[in-house]
């Protein structure tokens, strides 16, 4: 498509709708239907992920990339993301093969690089009133002035009028006040040995996490060992396995979420 037509098309996208808003819940796997209202990650709202550490910060991208898959599974619309090189997201720029193996397409990614997180977050609430993408995400620190509370309000009536899924990724570390429907803490966690490779061979595994859901408006927090198939475009949740995940050592010090503490 040359450069005339390719405007011509962003013009029709964002007069027309592009799509008609969806109303309804991405499915991410039987299990987090069991968590979830609706039986998944609502579309029309604002989400929020969050890596457990500064060395989750690759594990938490990746989970993003996964939820930014499902996301785009039933929409032929592109997906915007709004990349930071400022810190904590200083760990490198966005990879197209590492992307396509979380089943992201990279010709369906249109990159955008604010100057500052308030420009983002103007850039994500446009974005989503367009109607033109199947999901936006936005790399905002959580520590960030800029993302106030206000700010996330915006995003989710802009995200709950449009029925477009919002992401915000804000690093690690404590994360201001937000409306996000939910919200996740992301921790790294072994692969999971795909079915028929020998595990003397060093091939890398199908990608899992520790995953805590801290906050889901009308569902149900926890803590899950999760892994993602790329090709399947699904997830699976499962109970921790032993005691070196995060969760474990949270509990150990004292640290985990209110709905967590042993009573």
């Not at 609502?42 to 990746?62: F, I, P, Q």
Request: charge should be neutral.
């Amino acid at each position: 498509m040359d450069r005339r037509a390719l405007i011509t098309d962003l013009k029709s996208r964002i007069a027309g709708g592009g799509e008609a808003p969806s109303s309804g819940v991405i499915p991410l796997g039987v299990e987090a239907a069991c968590v979830l209202p609706g039986g998944g990650l609502r579309k029309g709202a604002l989400h929020e992920v969050a890596a457990a550490a500064y060395r989750d910060m690759g594990a938490a991208t990746g989970f993003a990339a996964a939820l930014a898959s499902a996301a785009m599974r039933h929409s032929a619309r592109p997906l915007l993301w709004c990349e930071a090189a400022r810190p904590p997201f200083d760990m490198g720029r966005l990879y197209g093969p590492g992307l396509a193996a979380f089943g992201l397409d990279p010709a369906r990614l249109v990159i955008a690089l604010p100057p500052s997180d308030t420009d983002c977050l103007w850039i994500m609430e446009e974005a989503l009133r367009a109607r033109a993408f199947a999901a936006v995400i936005g790399e905002v620190d959580g520590r960030s002035a800029a993302l106030t509370l206000s700010a996330t309000r915006r995003l989710q009536l802009a995200a709950e009028e449009t029925g477009t899924p919002a992401l915000i990724f804000t690093g690690h570390g404590k994360a201001a006040a937000s409306v996000a429907v939910t919200r996740w803490h992301v921790a790294a966690a072994k692969s999971e040995v795909r079915a028929g490779v020998e595990t003397d061979e060093g091939l890398p595994g199908s990608p899992r996490w520790y995953v805590t859901l801290v906050r889901s408006r009308g569902g149900q927090p926890g803590v899950w060992l999760t892994a993602w198939n790329g090709e399947a475009v699904i997830f699976s949740f499962a109970p921790p396995q032993d005691e070196s995940g995060p969760a474990f050592a949270a509990q150990e010090h004292g640290t985990l979420p209110p709905f967590m503490q042993a009573g």
